[in-house]
């Protein structure tokens, strides 16, 4: 077995385990916080972690959208990318052109999980783009 197999299967395992249970039950609540505690445990890092349960139920994203979503500064959702990279878990989906009237900067990516649908990934980059206002 080579190693995105195994990405893969233990993406596909943990998006089974977030889709588990009944979204408007109680035991939901309880049974994700439990989930994230684990997730916690394993990477280490309660932001890693959110990151991580974010790609699970969205597939894909910007620094931007995990910015925004998580409610956490720009320089900790970029670490959390790069340490789910090094791991293997996500990797760069799309790379978004440069805006017209832009003074430089990088460009934004689109981060995918392994095995993310092109629908997923489209739907990171339109969020990113309505939520800063980008006109490419």
Known sequence: ?????????IVYAFKLLFNKR???SLDYTTYTKTLLSKLRSIFG???????????????????????????????????ALKQLRSLGFVVPALKVSKARHSKGGPRPTVWALEGASQE????????????V????
Not at 62 to 67: F, G, I, M, P, Q
Not at 124 to 130: C, F, L, P, S, V
């Open 45 to 79: 890092s309660k932001a890693v972690s959110e990151v991580f349960t974010y790609f699970c139920l969205y597939g894909a994203a910007t620094a931007w959208n995990l910015r925004n979503e998580l409610n956490m500064s720009e320089a900790t959702a970029y670490r």
């Open 133 to 136: 206002g980008v006109c490419v």
């Open 22 to 24: 009944d979204s408007n």
């Open 120 to 131: 997923e990934v489209a739907r990171a980059y339109h969020e990113m783009r309505e939520s």
């Open 1 to 9: 077995m080579d190693e995105g197999t195994l990405v893969y299967d």
